[in-house]
């Protein structure tokens, strides 16, 4: 009966948008495997049966938080792409504002709990993976238009060392840095432009 | 009488090396937090007791294991600016030196649980931090051997950026890649340094 009010009353999309939610929350304060989903219900004031109507278990949360992030990050590359093609920013100037979405992740508890999950749950290893694969052909695009020349193995080594520099700068502030986001996405850029207009 | 024999016949030392290795090993598979004493205390063969004796607790193993890489790094770093000015290495044979030191870390799971666990464990986080005070120096130095004009905001950026570099390569394993490690290594080098050569 209190289900069924709770359907009436939440909307099947915003119930799960409310428990994702919750559940970003919750899992980086606590520990994605420290939390119980009973936990999870209070926190997205929701009832344990709603959460599970929704979602198979926990490993089903994650994979839609992934998902979630994947598909805002795909959207950015691909909006960036369009207007460097446009000519409406330069390459530099698209390194530097992939750079600021990345800088200083959000959740950054949560998210090291997911890439320890990736290798101890075959499915979260592979949609990570998959993601990367996407990233990767962004990247490539991103280093040719700085460097029409790159090919082969220079730039199979510009699309790798790329690649972990935007990982890198997403948990940087594990050291604590003192350079501001701006500054650090604007001297980046600068960077990765220059290495990759130097190679070839 | 029973812990006694042991301490008898695992001297103190090694008996601290056995449990730090079977930590590593069963935490990196079965997760920091979900692994118990218990079941640490079997798979390094000594007794929960023992394993008290030389540790106050998980977060303290945690700890020591965090110790022992950072002691690792500093050492492998510290040889290399040697070797660097004693001429004995060129700028780029440094970095792929380091990169080589650093691409594929092992036990990736676990270190992503360390990780997770540096954002709800003020200590692990302190500790950390740390180190990367301590990996920004030599970073520092190796830019400084590349291109002796950099300064200022230049170098903090370049400082910035190799060291989200240096962690990304660690981890780039997530991503599944083609490119060997040693290949990785050499490309990069060279990309790092063409970049430090390019700004300042």
């Given at each position: 009966m209190v289900a069924t009010q709770q359907k009436q009353t939440v909307p099947e999309r915003s119930g799960k948008e409310r428990i994702l939610e919750a559940a970003r929350t919750l899992f980086d304060s606590h520990g994605f495997h420290q939390s119980s989903m009973a936990e999870l219900a209070v926190a997205a004031q929701v009832s344990v049966g709603q959460i599970y109507r929704l979602f198979k278990g926990k490993e089903d949360i994650i994979a839609a938080i992934v998902q979630a992030d994947y598909d805002e990050r795909c959207m950015h590359m691909d909006a960036l792409r369009s207007r460097l093609d446009a000519g409406e920013l330069t390459v530099e100037q698209t390194f530097e504002e992939l750079l600021l979405h990345v800088v200083?992740?959000?959740?950054e508890a949560l998210s090291f709990d997911i890439l320890a999950e990736s290798f101890r749950n075959r499915p979260v290893g592979d949609m990570i993976a998959a993601m990367c694969v996407q990233f990767r052909g962004y990247i490539r695009d991103f280093a040719c238009a700085a460097n029409p020349d790159l090919s082969g193995e220079a730039l199979d080594g510009a699309e790798e060392i790329v690649l972990a520099c935007l990982f890198g700068l997403g948990h940087r502030s594990l050291s604590r840095p003192s350079l501001s986001a701006t500054d650090t996405a604007r001297l980046s850029a600068r960077m990765i432009v220059a290495a990759l207009r130097a190679i070839c």
């Open positions: 200083d992740e959000k959740d």
